[in-house]
């Protein structure tokens, strides 16, 4: 006669558990870089943070291309990282002012006053965010004049 002894059962979550803890912990990211982005531009909610991130992100992310992309992708939160990996690289580089002008006519009732104002509160968030050295391989595929929008100072290098 074979005898069983119950042995203790062992809960192991499930993909889908697991998707929706990563998922919180990933929203609570996508969350504070808009709260950042809120400050920095100093937006009334964070709602219309979020709105000037996606649209700033989604501009930029024709414009970094390779391994910098990968990496500007892989550090931040989920949400903004769909939106730079979703757009088809640009076929010619913007300067920093075309830049600005295309973010402004994505943005209703912007001018390029206001969306430079935008684009640099959202940029110079992401450098706070990614750090120097990803920052500056960015800014290293970017055309002249970028840096001040990402919170630098461009200055030309010594002769």
């Known amino acids: 006669m074979t005898v069983t002894t ?9 993909p889908s558990a697991l998707a929706a803890r990563d998922g919180d912990a990933d929203t609570r990211r996508w ?13 009334t909610t964070r709602a219309e943070a979020e709105r000037v991130t996606r649209i ?7 414009h970094v291309t390779g391994d910098e992309r990968v990496a500007l992708a892989q550090s931040l939160p989920r949400e903004a990282a769909r ?8 076929t010619h580089p913007l300067t920093a ?8 006519t994505r943005i209703e009732g912007s001018t390029p006053a206001t969306a430079r104002w935008d684009v640099s509160s959202v940029l110079s ?31 030309a290098p010594a002769a």
């Open 56 to 62: 700033v992100l989604s501009a930029l992310g024709g």
């Open 31 to 43: 969350h504070e870089l808009a709260e950042r982005v809120r400050e920095a531009g100093q937006y």
């Open 125 to 155: 968030t992401l450098a706070n965010w990614v750090g120097d050295p990803l920052t500056t391989r960015i800014l290293a595929q970017l055309p002249p004049g970028y840096a001040l929008l990402f919170g630098r100072g461009d200055l």
């Open 6 to 14: 119950p042995q203790p059962r062992t809960t192991i979550p499930t």
């Open 83 to 90: 939106v730079i990996a979703s757009q088809i690289p640009a």
């Open 97 to 104: 002012r075309e830049f600005v002008e295309s973010v402004a």
